[in-house]
């Protein structure tokens, strides 16, 4: 009996290693926290247009129906990782024909408008979040994050963070792929 | 891939202090309300903050929905499964219970039990020694000892 | 060229160290007084080594070497001197480097210090200790080389993260390693304790002092870092239940416990193997903390930059001498011969009761703490947060018996207690501490319950203490000289344990004090707005913009005055760092006995017509949260008193069957 007792702190410290082992994947974000709307229908939301730009507003409905599924971005100018992500997002919708709804995140409408017209605007919709409460509703955490929503305005995807770099764009190449929005081995 | 995910976050205006007056409810009684229940709620960008103490923006955001759900009559739950619903598990300080917490509300109650059936044994087992049939050499040193012990009178 | 000496030096430490690894244990096991004594020799020359490393580094550091990697990563020529010394350990390998020494001079001390140890007991502990500074000598070699050049160096360096510019966590690393590490030695002797098959009351007489040191040091480092977390923070919080928190409270509560057992081992006898294991225990729970700080396991406020090679290897470490010593527990433990016999009332008993609390509350934090990994595993990848509510909820009513226990236990005589007899005894106290919490009840006019409980069992502590302690010395009972007298024969060990255990009880006034009253309050400021709180008036009188050597600063004027009376001013700043691109909060504080004002300023986060030229100021009022800190000091103190004891410097025993080693080679 004593020596059965006497293995169970190995036993217990075998145990915590074994978590531990699994926790230093390098695959691993301890920081990248799902998003609860995987696989949900997007949240309800009506947001005007940016004051002074043609693009019209983006809500809920506009979400449904689509062909093929979509993409909606958060993003803002102040934020500078939006700014190399930009050009990623234009390229899918040139060469790749996606179809892209921004949301404008807590951002001048002034400035918006400037960061768009020195850019380019590869948005169909984008619907101005002054109040970053339509944020709240899509369970952001920070700016820029990235959703693909399906024509029956499911939320399948959520990237967080720019699209940026090699790894990032594959990722999100796979779940557009994933997503039907993209055939496999259509390049960009 | 980690390094550029924290480089963003940090990214957001992060000038404030936290809670700021223009946030704060008039009602006293509403307004604690509003502090105690931004103690159970996770700051969605932070290392390990609640949006009570955290200056980032989005909980900032946060704080100020959790005092409109508040004034449009929301109970402390309603609030919090408000915004349980759109962030998950996650946001919550305090882990809902479920299948997969149920080891973790437990821990508490087996660690004390356990504690209490060794701290019975051992003592159990020290009395058993004790009213064995008979004195071994050593229990007769031992009752040698405690007397002499006794005899000198001193605590420690 | 000075890093490249450090460099070299480290590698001459490690390979001292692989030769303290066999040498003294080989020499042990076969009687060779020779190999033996070797142990004492490279112990002083790891020590020698390892410090040489560490003044090189911190010379790249006072000089500004731009050509070593560290020093640009942390450091900046415009930095005061108190901060570049500093900075040598403000890096992943810098703290690394630190560890290491501090490992190397317990080594040192005890082939010093030792010399009533027997000399295989002794070559055997210091072999055990070169293992694991092998382990970290070749981990900092490998991995993570603090001596690292750059090419072309840059004109300047990125600075140290400013929040780490302070003088208190200046000194935070160094006394927690000194805890952490200082377990390391505790760990070697249970250790060697195990190969040789033998624990009794002189091998726990012998670890008492090292358990102690190491004990005093942690404790010293935990309340920096929270008096720091307390005053830089800018919410007035003191303890947040981080994981790299608990990591550090963890081995404490350990080390606590074992510190406990170990008495009963060195009066007793008794509870043997649980000491061991406690020992074991405590370093590991070390081992474990270093481990998630730098593998960027879990998600903390305070983990260095992360990376999972590092990790990996740590985790090496841990799997190997963890895996190791508890192995050998398994197979060593059930031989251990039962001790003294006890009644269920016993000081035994008591002890016993001790053990059990810190070890549940131990095991409580552990889980909790890594909850979030084990949930992400078992759910394949979802998250969860446990936060201050679940640590709160479990771990204060696992401390509340304790401190009951705690006020009980040292009236209880060992073996058999008179239980009757020391209820007769506490009577007294336990009407006073009820008195003192209803006269608290009625001066602040109500507050949660669990609060006055809280407050209650502090009052209890105390008292008991204190009646303890004049018990002892016949304080009343006798004529003063005669108690002076008395007071003076009571081993100093008995005054420590007095004034460790009021200091909890004064530490308990600060946590219910500063966490039941705090007041708050937070509002927009324009020159000349009055606020009160605390009974105080405050008036802001303006902010100007002022310039420190690495940062500018907005601070602000606040005049506070009592009851019409001018009190004094305070100046709360907020710091902006052009170099690390960070702001940081400098609070202001007054502080008193009865407790704190404190007073941290911002911009508005809001920026419209409203908050034109405002300033938020966030003011506390925290009653008594300076008690957290005079405990704090009360319990190292009594620590330190227990360590001065006679008993334990000179005369300890040594074995009655003293190795055959020594007698003269022939």
Redesign the interface.
């Known amino acids: 009996m004593?020596?059965i007792l006497?293995?169970i702190?190995?036993a217990i410290?075998?145990i915590?290693?074994g978590?531990?082992?699994?926790?230093?994947?390098?695959d691993?974000d301890?920081?990248?926290?799902?998003s609860v709307l995987i696989s949900q229908p997007a949240p309800e939301f009506d947001l005007a247009a940016v004051d002074g730009l043609e693009t019209p507003g983006l809500s809920r409905a506009d979400l449904v129906g689509n062909p093929r599924p979509v993409i909606v971005n958060v993003f803002a100018s102040w934020c500078v990782p939006c700014r190399a992500e930009h050009g990623v997002l234009t390229q899918m919708v040139e060469k790749d024909g996606l179809t892209l709804f921004g949301i404008n995140y807590k951002d001048k409408p002034e400035d918006a408008t400037k960061w768009l017209a020195e850019l380019g605007n590869p948005y169909e919709r984008i619907g101005s979040d002054l109040s970053g409460r339509v944020g709240i509703e899509w369970g952001l955490s920070g700016v820029p994050e990235t959703f693909i929503v399906g024509s029956d305005g499911t939320v399948l995807f959520r990237y967080v963070g720019p699209v940026v770099g090699e790894t990032a764009i594959s990722t999100f190449r796979e779940a557009l792929i994933q997503a039907g929005a993209l055939a496999r081995g259509q390049n960009g | 891939m980690?390094y550029i995910a924290f480089a963003f976050l940090l990214l957001l205006p992060?000038?404030?202090?936290?809670?700021?007056?223009?946030e704060?409810l008039q009602d006293p009684v509403l307004e604690q309300r509003a502090r105690e229940i931004s103690?159970?709620l996770?700051c969605v960008v932070?290392?390990?903050?609640?949006i009570d103490?955290s200056?980032a923006?989005v909980a900032?955001d946060l704080r100020i929905l959790v005092r409109e759900r508040l004034v449009a009559g929301d109970s402390d739950k309603e609030v919090i499964a408000y915004i349980h619903a759109r962030y998950?598990?996650?946001?919550?300080?305090?882990?809902p219970l479920n299948r997969?917490?149920l080891?973790?509300w437990m821990?508490?109650f087996v660690?004390?039990l356990?504690?209490?059936l060794?701290?019975w044994t051992?003592?159990s087992?020290?009395?058993r020694?004790?009213a064995a049939t008979g004195f071994s050499d050593d229990?007769k040193a031992?009752i040698a000892r405690?007397i002499e012990?006794n005899a000198s009178k001193d605590?420690? | 060229m000075t890093p490249e000496i450090g460099h070299f030096a480290l590698a001459l430490a490690l390979a001292l160290a692989l030769v303290q690894s066999v040498l003294p244990i080989f020499g042990a096991a076969r009687g060779n007084i020779l190999w033996m004594q070797s142990a004492r020799w490279s112990s002083l020359g790891q020590a020698f080594f390892v410090g040489i490393a560490f003044l090189a580094l911190m010379q790249a550091f006072i000089t500004s070497d731009f050509t070593v990697k560290n020093v640009v990563e942390n450091s900046n020529s415009l930095k005061p001197m108190l901060f570049k010394v500093a900075g040598t350990w403000g890096s992943h390998e810098g703290s690394l480097l630190l560890w290491t020494l501090i490992l190397t001079v317990f080594g040192a001390a005890v082939a010093l210090l030792g010399s009533n140890i027997p000399l295989a007991l002794r070559a055997r502990t210091l072999s055990v200790q070169a293992w694991i500074s092998v382990g970290f000598l070749t981990f900092m070699l490998l991995t993570s080389n603090p001596f690292d050049r750059v090419f072309p160096p840059p004109g300047d360096g990125q600075d140290l993260n400013p929040l780490l510019q302070d003088v208190g966590l200046a000194m935070h690393p160094p006394l927690l390693y000194f805890g952490y590490v200082g377990f390391s030695i505790v760990f070697s002797f249970a250790v060697a304790a195990l190969i040789e098959g033998r624990v009794d009351a002189a091998w726990a007489r012998w670890v008492r002092p090292w358990t102690l040191a190491a004990w005093m040091s942690l404790t010293a480092g935990i309340a920096l870092g929270s008096w720091w977390a307390y005053y830089e923070l800018?919410?007035g919080?003191w303890w947040?239940w981080?994981?790299v928190e608990n990591v550090s409270f963890m081995p404490w509560l350990m080390g606590t416990a074992l510190l406990h057992s170990a008495i009963v081992t060195e009066k007793r006898d008794a509870f043997k193997?649980w000491t061991i294991?406690l020992a074991?225990?405590t370093f590991?729970l070390s081992l474990l903390g270093t481990?998630i700080v730098r593998?960027?396991?879990?998600?903390?406020?305070h983990?260095f930059a992360?990376d999972?090679e590092r990790?990996?290897y740590i985790?090496g470490l841990?799997?190997v001498s963890?895996?190791s010593s508890?192995?050998l527990?398994?197979?060593r433990?059930?031989t251990m011969e039962?001790g003294?016999?006890?009644?269920?009332i016993s000081r035994e008993?008591g002890l016993?009761?001790n053990n059990?609390?810190l070890?549940?509350a131990t095991?409580?934090v552990l889980?909790?703490t890594?909850?979030p990994?084990?949930?992400?595993?078992?759910?394949g990848?979802?998250?969860?947060?446990?936060?201050?509510?679940?640590f709160n909820?479990?771990f204060i009513?696992?401390m509340l018996p304790l401190v009951f226990a705690m006020g009980l236990g040292p009236y209880l005589?060992?073996?058999r207690a008179d239980l009757a007899g020391v209820l007769q005894r506490l009577r007294f106290v336990a009407v006073l501490a009820g008195l003192a919490t209803l006269m608290i009840w009625y001066l602040a006019e109500g507050g949660p319950v669990l609060g006055y409980l809280s407050l209650m069992l502090a009052f209890w502590l105390f008292f008991a203490t204190l009646r303890e302690w004049a018990m002892?010395i016949k304080l009343f009972e006798a004529p003063f000289p005669e108690s002076l007298r008395r007071a003076r024969n009571l081993?100093r060990s008995?005054h420590g344990m007095t004034l460790a255990h009021a200091g909890l009880a004064m530490a308990m006034f600060g946590f219910i004090g500063s966490t039941v009253w705090k007041s708050e309050e937070?509002?927009?400021v324009r020159p000349g707005t009055e606020v009160s709180i605390g009974g105080f008036d405050v008036t802001f009188e303006g902010a100007e913009r002022v310039r420190g050597p690495n940062y500018f600063a907005d601070r602000g004027t606040l005049r506070v005055a009592r009851e019409g009376n001018y009190v004094t001013d305070l100046f709360p700043e907020r710091r902006t760092y052009p170099v690390a691109q960070t702001?940081t909060?400098e609070s202001a504080i007054r502080s008193t006995m009865a407790g704190d004002l404190y007073a941290?300023?911002?911009?508005?986060?809001?920026e419209d017509e409203?908050?034109q030229g405002a300033w938020?100021l966030?003011i506390l009022y925290e009653p008594l949260v300076n008690f957290i800190w005079i405990g704090s000091a009360m319990l190292v103190l009594g620590g330190g008193l227990s360590l001065s004891d006679r008993r334990l410097r000179v005369g300890a025993p040594r074995r009655k069957a003293t190795a055959p080693a020594a007698l003269p080679a022939e």
């Open positions: 004593g020596r006497a293995f702190p190995l410290a075998a915590f290693g978590f531990f082992l699994w926790g230093l994947n390098p691993r301890p920081n990248n926290i799902p | 980690r992060v000038t404030a202090l936290a809670v700021e007056p223009d704060m103690r159970e996770r932070c290392q390990n903050q609640d103490s200056n923006g900032r998950g598990d996650y946001v919550l300080m305090r882990p997969v917490t080891a973790l821990a508490p660690f004390a356990v504690s209490l060794v701290g051992v003592i087992r020290s009395r020694r004790a229990e031992e405690f012990e605590g420690s | 800018g919410w919080g947040f981080d994981p193997s294991l074991i225990l590991s481990f593998s960027g396991l879990l998600t903390s406020v983990a992360v999972p990790g990996l985790l841990l799997a963890i895996g508890l192995a527990f398994a197979w433990a059930p039962p003294g016999l006890f009644k269920p008993a016993l009761v059990l609390l070890a549940t095991g409580i889980f909790g890594l909850y990994l084990f949930y992400e595993a078992a759910t990848g979802e998250k969860l947060s446990v936060g201050p509510p679940f909820a479990s009513p696992v005589s060992w073996k002892r081993p008995s937070i509002i927009f702001t909060t941290s300023i911002a911009n508005p986060a809001a409203s908050t938020t966030r």
